[in-house]
């Protein structure tokens, strides 16, 4: 019954758009697990935002369809002799959607744009790699102080902090987008609303309906244009991810990137090569609120830690898509080798059970103990909501009574970025980059935007500030890891496990390809009417 009234077609969704059967045009409909918070650029910090900003923006670098490092607006760089400068060569033909070039004037704009404080970027300090970035988003320096400049239109020259390993990775990320200076200076906060827009990606913005759906159209100044396959994306908001599915099998999506993991049996018995699963640099985690009473206490945190069952999580919740953390670097990262685990890993379950009595015990909490009353906040997901709920009964056993408050993903993530009260509540981490500090910066107590447990660690700090200026690769990991030992030993982060991409792709898309950044740029896909 349900596919009878769901099924819509790509003709009939072209039709409703506006299209004719005339034009042909190529149309793909992706589910997308949330609506973006926002679409500009140097504001961004979540994968649902840049999943759709990659397709409208093009970095100094970008990806290919397998997620390598590619030239973008630069066709070239070089760096001298200690890695701590770099120039780089723009292409002639690189656009924006207006006809404008696009010149290293636009990234020296935008660069200064996304460190200085005004803007409230929220994730500004990916990019402290940058000569003067941290000053300069800290009001201790002025924009212009920014290691970037412009030697002239086609030659962007870039000075580090320190040299660092993953740098040229950084810049494909959203927050290192160019965007255009004059719409900016004309329409303020408004450049990013559709009659505004000007992009330099494979994409141009054509409406954004919150909870309907985004339309993006084809690019004809993109210099990549001709390559480009597909007319038009439609980007569906769909948290709710049994709907995802439904409407997956409908035909009305044919992509969604995540899967109600309660039906994984249902799922790979009868989609079979359309459910991708693989490997992905991710962690799902919680964090407790460590300035709220008892999660101040270390051993309160440790203890709810690690009467957690992992493997049950990962086996009997996510349909065995996850693996269990007891680190929060996930494995297979670059430049690190084996991550730092928390010392109780190899304990049995009862050696747990036993050990976390006796800190709850210490700390006046637990069975014969003060009653805790626990608030676990997670963002609108049937995945989200069954951890939590196998969470709570976990902690049962140990006098805690847990409430459970969920929110749609914008809310959720603007509580924790903007310092909201909560105790404990679900959060996720998917590699920008890989590399270990990508995960590891998340705990640095002056990480405000991101640093949701609000945790604080002089020496963790120290260790993470001597691992930026070590450039001998095998020490800075040394260093790192010596931070990640201090880190989960602390528990303000709990990470209960590392991600697998679960998508859903139909057999009318080709060019998709599995990688473990979990990728996949429009511009390199098509789609069968």
Known sequence: MYHVTLRTTVAALALGLGLSAASAQMVYNRGNPGDPETLDPQKTSTVVESDVLLDMFEGLVTYDAKANIVPGVAESWSANDDGSVYTFKLRANAKWSNGDPVTASDFVFSFQRLMNPETGAKYANILYTIKNGEKVNKG?????ELGVKAIDDK??????ENP???FIAQLAHQTGFPVHAASVKKFGKDFIKPENWV???????KSFVPNDKIVMVKNPSYRDAASVKVDQVNVFPI???AAGLRRFQAGEIHTYNDVPTDQIKFIRENLKDKFKLAPYLGTYYFVFNTKKEPFTDVRVRQALSMVLDREFLAEE???GTMIPAYSFVPPGIGNYGEPATVSWKDLSPIEREDKAKALLKEAGYGPGGKKMTVEIRYNTSENHKNTSVAMANQWKPFNVEVKLVN???KTHYALLRDKGDFDVARAGWIADYSDPQNFLFLGESDNKGLNYANYANKD??????KAAGTKDLTERAKVLKQAEAIFVNDQAYIPLMFYGSKNLVSDKVSGYESNTLDRHLSRFLSIKN
Do not use: C, F, H
């Open 155 to 160: 030659t962007l020259e870039i000075a580090l």
């Open 317 to 319: 919740i996510w349909g």
């Open 407 to 409: 929110t749609d993903l």
């Open 239 to 241: 948290e709710d991810r």
């Open 199 to 205: 992009s330099n990606g494979a994409y141009m913005l």
């Open 460 to 465: 963790y700090d120290a260790l993470m500030k």
């Open 140 to 144: 201790q320096a002025k924009v212009e």
């Open 164 to 166: 660092a390993p993953y």
